[in-house]
């Protein structure tokens, strides 16, 4: 949920938060409209003593949020610098961070070497449903990274879904391309299962590339 843009003093009927807390629903708290790193770090605070943030459990030793701070209002990329600063202060306050993120190989480093949780690289600009545009930058991240590597933004479609869990993603996250569909229920089942087929593919490992063909039945005893 991005606080920022929510109201979390109002309970009223009708209201997000009337339906969240109703429905009791575990809400993770993403500081999507951040541009700073004072801006995410006093908003996930906020969220900790509101009680929004999700509480520890066994596995989590504090609350989990999502941390979004962007650098640019068109493109919406993620401001690294900020990032990485705010990541490292909310990890040492006892907050599990899962960072949105450039794919950066080096950035990811850094953030799983700060003590995130996770790390969120993007996909593609937000919402704009392009679809991975860079697989070997995401290739190179899952192969150093020793943390999940769940992918943040730009899917398009369900293609786009089990490519990048095709490459080994541990996750993806999604919004705009359910919610923006035609028909975004059924959407939303298309996405779960091409996670689902692309998370088996990659278990199952796929065959090699070859430049030619190469006969699927044997050639050996053929009738002459």
Known sequence: MALRRVDLGDRSSGSLMSLLVRKKWLILPNTAGCYSADEAI????LARELGIAPPPTPAHTGPMVKLEIIGDDRTLYPDNEQTLEAARLLV???FVVLPYCMDDPIL???LEDAGCAAVM???APIGSGLG???PHNLEIILERAKIPVIVDAGVGTASD???AMELGCHGVLMNTAIAHARDPALMGDAMREAVRAGRKAFLAGRMPRRRYANASSPTAGLIE
Not at 42 to 45: A, K, M, S, V
């Open 121 to 123: 690289p993007l996909a």
């Open 42 to 45: 006093r908003t996930l605070r």
């Open 132 to 134: 991975i545009r860079n």
């Open 108 to 110: 990811c480093r850094k």
């Open 92 to 94: 040492k306050e006892g």
């Open 161 to 163: 879904a089990a490519v």
